[in-house]
């Protein structure tokens, strides 16, 4: 089993910035890929950035440019560096986490607002 916990989030000013973190403990070695998630009220989750094992990323349109995914200086950690923060990015930020056994796992979010 893997479990994830995510730390970070927080009320942050239109344009500010902020550093999400997702701790994994468990059988992290069977962790091939990590991703994160957000929804806001009232509407669906969405995919917002990945990282593989090998240290490939990628990144939903709507961030691509602002967000940055990276692996914590711990093995056991991924990071989600937040810039020029809009509105829209408020919400529940979710670490996700899929095995070399093709299970996925899931934190339980940290909530993250953009207000003035």
């Known amino acids: 089993q893997v479990q994830l916990v995510e730390s970070g989030g927080g009320l942050v000013q239109p344009g500010g910035s902020l550093r999400l973190s997702c701790a994994a403990s468990g059988s992290i070695s069977s962790i091939n890929t990590m991703r994160w998630y957000r929804q806001a009220p009232g509407k669906q989750r969405e995919w917002v950035a990945l990282?593989?094992?090998?240290?490939?990323?990628n990144y939903a349109d709507s961030v691509k440019g602002r967000f940055t995914i990276s692996r914590g200086y711990a093995e056991d950690t991924v990071l989600l560096q937040l810039n020029s923060l809009k509105p829209e990015d408020a919400g529940v930020y979710y670490c996700?986490?899929?095995?070399?056994?093709?299970?996925?796992?899931w934190g339980e979010g940290t909530l993250v607002t953009v207000s003035s």
């Open positions: 996700s986490a899929s095995s070399d056994y093709g299970m996925i796992y």
């Open positions: 990282i593989t094992r090998g240290g490939s990323t």
